[in-house]
């Protein structure tokens, strides 16, 4: 089992009050994981490969990405097929976490490489239930260490 403390949180979000809300439960489940915050594509793929402002920086030892679908300039199934195209980058769990609920649209980011796909509900309490049990899924999930 892996120390929760050790996994850096991904988050690619571009609706900045999402990120606050997942940001906020994960931390009212007791997760006090540092969170890192991109809100475009671009940006998650520069973070991952260490690119642009992340260039020469080291990429964390144990790493989770939530991602979402709709993002500005690259957009999460881009990303997605990057990353697990990749062999730096292909055995990080990403956690697709996006308001498209669309069996077909699942299916597709499994087919991609995603661990797991979880629908937005529209209604706060459910959105932020959802949240908190990302949390206790993440004090017993083991993350494989990067490079």
């Known amino acids: 089992m892996s ?3 050790e996994i850096t ?4 979000e571009d609706d ?6 997942v940001k906020r439960n994960l931390q009212f489940s007791k997760i006090t994981n540092d ?3 991109v809100d475009d594509g671009q940006q998650a793929l ?11 920086s080291k990429l964390p030892q144990h790493l ?5 679908l709709m993002l500005p300039v690259l957009d999460g199934y881009q990303v997605l097929e990057r990353m697990k195209a990749d062999a730096r980058t292909k055995h990080i769990p990403v956690i697709v976490l996006t308001t498209v ?3 077909d649209q699942a299916a597709r980011c499994y087919d991609l490489g ?5 629908a937005k509900p529209v209604n706060y309490e459910k959105f932020t239930q959802v949240i908190r049990n990302i949390g206790l899924f993440l004090t017993v999930v083991a993350i494989p260490s990067g490079e």
Do not use: Q
């Open 46 to 56: 520069d973070y991952l490969f260490r690119e642009g402002e992340y260039a020469g």
């Open 35 to 37: 969170v890192i915050i």
């Open 64 to 68: 989770l990405v939530m991602l979402d």
């Open 3 to 5: 120390d929760t403390r």
């Open 101 to 103: 609920d669309d069996l």
């Open 114 to 118: 995603c661990n797991a796909y979880l």
């Open 16 to 21: 900045l009050s999402h990120a606050r809300l």
């Open 9 to 12: 949180i991904l988050l690619v």
